[in-house]
C-alpha cells in the first residue's frame, strides 16, 4: 500500500504510535486543571509538550495555545483580529488561494460584520505577486485591519513569500496571519524569524493525533477569548485540554526535527518523478511546477481525463491519493485554487494530488509512476470531455 495523501491527513508516525501504546499503559490520566498531585502531573507535562513544540516552532512557549486543529484555530485568529479590529479598519487582504475554513469566514464578516475583502493576485503558478499586494497596502494602508495569506497550499504545495510579506505588513503596522497548517511539519519554519504575527497548527497533518493543534501568537495580549471556559490557556480557549493528543504533538514535532534533513531526498525524488511522467506523457500538466513547492507535493492533471477516474485506477493498486476537485455526482469542478490561478477547465477537473512524505519509501514514486502510466494509457482511450 502506498498512502499519497499527507495533505489530507498524516497516519500516526511511528514514534508517536510506541508513545501512545506506552502512554496507555501508565495510568496517568487527570483533569489538567485539578489541584490533586495526579491532575498537576498532567498539566506539568502540557507545560513540557509548549517547551518541545516550541523548541520545534522557533517561539516562546507561551506563544503557544493549544486547541483542536487548524478551522479552529484560523476561526480564533480572524475573531480576534476582526472582531476586536478598531472602526476605522475594515479592509481584509486575502488570496484567493485559501483553504476553504478562510473564504467561508471571510463571507462572513463581510457580509455580517461590514468588512471588504481585497484579493491579492497570484501568478499562473499559484504563488502571490509581491507587487500587487504592494500597491492594495499602499492604497487601502490605514483602513487594513489584516493581511491572510497562507504558508503553503494544501492543493498545489506551492510556497507563498512569508518573509517578504511579513515585512512589508511590519513597515506598516498591519497584521500578517499566515495558515501554516501545510508548512508546519513539512517545511523550513522558524516563527520568530518568519515575522508572521499570528499561524497555525494541526495534528492530524502532522503524524500526531487528530484533533489537536495549536495557535502561534507573536503578541498574545491580542488574542480575544473564543471559547469560554475556565482559565484554560490563559483564559482565552475554555475546555479541557485534550493532554494526550497534546503529548502526541510534541512528539510528533519533535520527531520532524530530527528527521527534516531528509527532506532534500524527498524532493529530489519528485522532481525526478515529474520529469519522467512529462518525459512519457507529453500532455501531462504539473500544477504550479516552476513554484518553490513542499517537498513531496505534485499535483498532476491530463487534459479530458477525470481526476477521480484516475483515483480509482490508482487505488485498484493500492496507491491512494487524491482529487483537489470538487466533485459531486461524477461532475467534478476546477477547484477555487485552481480557478484563481486561471488553470483552464480540461486541466482544473483531471488533477490528482499527490503528497508523500519524508517518512516514506524513495521507491514509493516509482510504484506510483507505474500505476500512473497504465491509468493514463488506459483512460486516454476513454477520453470523458
Ligand atoms: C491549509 C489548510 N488550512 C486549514 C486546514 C483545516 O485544518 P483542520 O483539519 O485541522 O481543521 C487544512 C486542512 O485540510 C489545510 O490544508
Redesign the pocket.
Known amino acids: 500500500m502506498i498512502y499519497a495523501d499527507y ?2 491527513s498524516a497516519p500516526l508516525l511511528p514514534c508517536v504510535k510506541d508513545y501512545l501504546k506506552r502512554r496507555l499503559e501508565t495510568d496517568l490520566f487527570a483533569n489538567p486543571n485539578a489541584i490533586h498531585s495526579m491532575g498537576q502531573k498532567i498539566y506539568s507535562g502540557i507545560e513540557k509538550c509548549r517547551e518541545v513544540i516550541s523548541k520545534s516552532v522557533g517561539c516562546y512557549p507561551d506563544q503557544i495555545f493549544f486547541n ?5 484555530g ?1 476561526s480564533h485568529i480572524l475573531f480576534s483580529c476582526l472582531e476586536y479590529a478598531p472602526k476605522n479598519k475594515k479592509i481584509i487582504i486575502a488570496s484567493g488561494i ?2 476553504a ?1 478562510i473564504p467561508s469566514a471571510l463571507k462572513y464578516y463581510e457580509e455580517r460584520r461590514g468588512f471588504e475583502i481585497k484579493k491579492v493576485d497570484v501568478n499562473q503558478d499559484g504563488v502571490i505577486e509581491l507587487e500587487s499586494l504592494y500597491k492594495l497596502i499602499h492604497e487601502f494602508n490605514s483602513s487594513i485591519a489584516l493581511v491572510t495569506i ?1 504558508a ?3 492543493e498545489t504545495g506551492a510556497l507563498q513569500p512569508i518573509r517578504d510579506i511579513s515585512q512589508l505588513c511590519q513597515e506598516n503596522n498591519i497584521l500578517f496571519f499566515s ?1 501554516t ?2 508548512l508546519i511539519g513539512k517545511g523550513d519554519f522558524h516563527f520568530e524569524d518568519s515575522g508572521i504575527d499570528f499561524a ?1 497548527c ?4 502532522v503524524g500526531a493525533l487528530t484533533g489537536s ?1 495549536f495557535i502561534l501568537a507573536k503578541n498574545p495580549t491580542l488574542l480575544r477569548s473564543y471559547i469560554f471556559g475556565s482559565h484554560q490557556e490563559r483564559g482565552l480557549r475554555g475546555g479541557t485540554q485534550n493532554y494526550m493528543a497534546i503529548e502526541t504533538l510534541a512528539v510528533a514535532l519533535d520527531d520532524f526535527m530530527k528527521n527534516k534533513n531528509k527532506l532534500p531526498l524527498l524532493e529530489e525524488a519528485r522532481k525526478k518523478f515529474e520529469a519522467e511522467l512529462k518525459k512519457d506523457f507529453l500532455d501531462c500538466r504539473i500544477i504550479g511546477e516552476n513554484a518553490q513547492r513542499l517537498a513531496g507535493t505534485s499535483l498532476i492533471s491530463y487534459p479530458g481525463i477525470h481526476g477521480q477516474a484516475i483515483q480509482i485506477e490508482l487505488e485498484s493498486h493500492n496507491i491512494f491519493v487524491t482529487t483537489s476537485a470538487a466533485c459531486s455526482d461524477n461532475q467534478p469542478e476546477t477547484s477555487h485554487v485552481l480557478k484563481e490561478m486561471k488553470i483552464e477547465d480540461d486541466i482544473g477537473r483531471g488533477v490528482i494530488r499527490l503528497s508523500l512524505s519524508y517518512h516514506q519509501n524513495q521507491n514509493d514514486y516509482e510504484m506510483i509512476l507505474k500505476a500512473l502510466a497504465q491509468a493514463f494509457n488506459k483512460l486516454k482511450k476513454i477520453k470523458a470531455y
Request: aromatic share 0%; no cysteine; hydrophobic share 20%.
Open positions: 495533505n489530507g483542536s486543529g487548524s478551522s479552529e484560523i485559501e483553504h475554513v497562507m503553503a497550499n494544501n495558515d497548517t501545510q497555525v494541526s495534528g492530524h497533518k493543534g
